[in-house]
């Protein structure tokens, strides 16, 4: 099996803004060592009171009002707040060519830390049809097993949003809290301990080395992937914030310490410059790198899909 894992890079070329400028709210511009985006968002929440109003709006922006004329208002938790007005923001994108390409590869999978429902609307404009039988929206904080099937024809698409979703403002993966959170529930999944609803039975799930080798059929979740199948990396910095993914390629890799590649020998693949401690990582992590001679970030995605175009093919 081959799937795609990526990130705000293929929005950037939109001229949308990045992750830092929604949630940076601290100057760090003068210290040594930079507040991550995470905790850069848990300063924002906390500095912030719980409990705020909130004025109500139709869902199309207008602002409900009384028949007297005055503002309706509702006190909401300020995180909320902050998680939908970064959400208004994503809700402007859009997809791009270069997109509707990474699309259209013969791959099953894709994996996304974006809330943003740019894939969604790509795959309807191609004429993809959604199964909403097959749509998991069983999580509420969480993103273990959420996902959504489009078809066409004979081809399937599965998207996974590991970091949430606009449609649930309460699953958009932001601060410190919720990554540590998340992690916790990762480790459960892998070690046999996770529980989840399906229809309306709870299924226990062991734990990920007595599942192996998982054919097309027993994918549970995106982290099932990572053991199973060659994930190919793109348009996604990959910073160390984002720890339930490295966490995820570390225990991938000590698990192939332990028993061997037999068991687990997908690649994994990293398209994009690197700095020189962030590529050593990855070798020690078995993650291939591939870099490009071109500094246009239009014309290095090009090169890289189709670098991904032969892969898949052989």
């Known amino acids: 099996m081959n799937a795609i894992l990526y990130g705000n890079g293929f929005n950037r070329l939109n001229d949308v803004g990045s ?11 003068n210290d040594r060592c930079k507040v991550p985006n995470t905790l850069q968002y848990e300063g924002k929440v906390l500095s912030e009171p719980f409990l705020t109003n909130a004025i109500l709006e139709t869902s199309d922006g207008k602002t409900l009002k009384t028949s007297d004329n005055k503002i309706l208002t509702v006190s909401e938790q300020s995180e909320v707040l902050i998680k939908q007005a970064i959400a208004k923001e994503m809700k402007k994108y859009r997809s791009n060519d270069l997109f509707d390409e990474l699309l259209s590869l013969n791959i099953n999978h894709y994996i996304t ?7 969604d609307d790509a795959l309807n404009d191609m004429k993809y049809t959604e199964v ?6 069983s999580e509420n904080v969480f993103s273990i097993h ?11 698409k599965i998207i996974w949003k590991i970091h949430g979703e606009l449609s ?13 959170s998340y992690l916790g529930q990762i480790k459960k999944y892998l070690l046999g301990e996770y529980n989840f609803a399906k229809r309306k039975e709870t299924e226990a799930i062991p734990k990920i080395e007595n599942r192996l080798p998982l054919t097309y059929d027993k994918i549970l979740s995106w982290i099932d992937l990572f053991f199973t199948s060659n994930i190919y990396i793109i348009g996604l910095g990959l910073n160390y914030e984002e720890v339930d ?8 890799k000590r ?13 994994i693949v990293y398209y994009g410059e690197l700095e020189p401690g962030h590529k050593s990582m990855f070798e020690h992590l078995d993650v291939e790198v591939i870099t490009s001679k071109y500094k246009r970030h239009e014309d290095r995605y090009q090169e890289f899909i189709s670098d991904i175009k032969k892969r898949i093919k052989s």
């Open 255 to 267: 698990f192939i310490q332990r028993v061997g590649k037999s068991s687990v020998n997908n690649k």
């Open 113 to 119: 830390t974006n809330y943003d429902n740019v894939a």
């Open 19 to 29: 992750w830092e400028s929604l949630v940076h709210v601290i100057d760090d511009k």
């Open 132 to 137: 909403l039988s097959e749509r998991d929206k």
């Open 245 to 252: 993914l490295w966490w995820i390629l570390t225990i991938r």
């Open 146 to 156: 959420r996902k959504k099937c489009y078809v066409k024809d004979n081809d399937r």
């Open 168 to 180: 649930n403002i309460k699953s958009i993966m932001l601060g410190y809290y919720h990554y540590c």
